[in-house]
């Protein structure tokens, strides 16, 4: 039994199934930037810090994974994306950390949720319901966020 011959053929076929994986990514996220969408695979989305709102913990230029996640997984202290509604924020896909247990409400049977921003002198955000959030934070990605920043540069 030839060990390097199989260990060639393992490496061959995970290297593969990489490439076959990044290039459906890029074509799904492709696909949904242009049709105004957030780009979006197996509940789980891909989306890029903006605003410094939640420094230090997440930074301008972030890659960060959100997970759909039901409204009673999210607890406080979470960090969660929603799509705003109100004011400035309609429209836009907001990342902030839940500041209170979300409750809920008899009149309108929603569950309602606080969040803001974590840096000094972020206020909180107007109450947002269940129906707007698109997830909970799963992870940053290291380094993607670097790579995106260097394709969009103009130099």
Sequence with gaps: MDWKKI???IRLVLGSILVAVLFVTLIITLISRVSGKTPEMFGISLLRISSDSME????VGDIILIKNTDIEQINEGDIISY???KSSYAGKIITHKV???PTFSEDDGVYYLTTAGIREGAHV???IKHTQVVGKLLCVVPLLGWVYNFFLTWY
């Design 7 to 9: 260990f060639s053929r």
């Design 56 to 59: 230090p913990e997440l930074m």
């Design 83 to 85: 799509r705003g509604e």
């Design 99 to 101: 500041v209170s247990e």
């Design 125 to 127: 955000d107007p109450e």
